[in-house]
C-alpha cells in the first residue's frame, strides 16, 4: 500500500510513507538533497524514485551523517565509488566512538553526583554545586 501511494503521492502521503513530515521533505528540497517535482494542476506528485531517495536519506542520517555527508553519499556512483563511501563510513563510525566516549563520561559523572546526592539529606545538593563551578 505504501508503495502505490508513492507512485503518484502528494507530498503529505509522500511524507507520511517516508516516515517523516511535510516540513522535513521541504527542508530537503531546499538542501537539494530531494528534487522537487513539477506541478501538474497544481500539486506536485512524487514517485518511487522519490520515495527511494527520501528512504536513503533517512537511514544515512540515522547512522549519524551530516546532510553534507548524506548529499556526498547521494552523489557517489555505486558501481564505482565504494573507496569513497568506506572512507565516509569509516570517518563517521571513529566521530560516533568519539561522542559515544563523551557520552559515557558525561553520564559517569552525573551518576557519581546523584549517588553524592542521595547520601546525604544536608548542606548544597552536590548535584547544583558542581553546575554552578561550572
Not at 508513492?6 to 511524507?15: P, S
Not at 506541478?39 to 542520517?61: C, H, K, S, T, W
Request: a positive charge.
Amino acid at each position: 500500500m505504501v508503495r502505490s501511494q508513492a507512485m503518484n503521492a502528494t507530498i503529505a502521503a509522500f511524507a507520511q510513507a517516508g516516515g517523516v513530515g511535510v516540513e522535513t521533505v521541504r527542508y530537503y528540497q531546499r538542501r537539494q538533497l530531494l528534487p522537487t517535482p513539477p506541478q501538474a494542476g497544481g500539486v506536485r506528485r512524487y514517485g518511487p524514485e522519490d520515495l527511494r531517495r527520501l528512504r536513503f536519506i533517512r537511514a544515512a542520517r540515522a547512522a549519524g551523517f551530516t546532510l553534507e555527508q548524506v548529499g556526498e553519499l547521494l552523489s557517489l556512483d555505486a558501481g564505482e565509488d565504494r573507496g569513497r563511501a568506506l572512507a565516509l563510513a569509516e570517518a563517521r563510525a571513529v566521530a560516533l566512538d568519539a561522542r559515544i566516549a563523551e557520552l559515557r563520561t558525561a553520564r559517569d559523572a552525573l551518576r557519581r553526583l546523584a549517588r553524592a546526592c542521595a547520601s546525604t539529606d544536608t548542606g548544597p545538593c552536590p548535584i547544583l554545586a558542581a553546575f554552578e563551578r561550572g
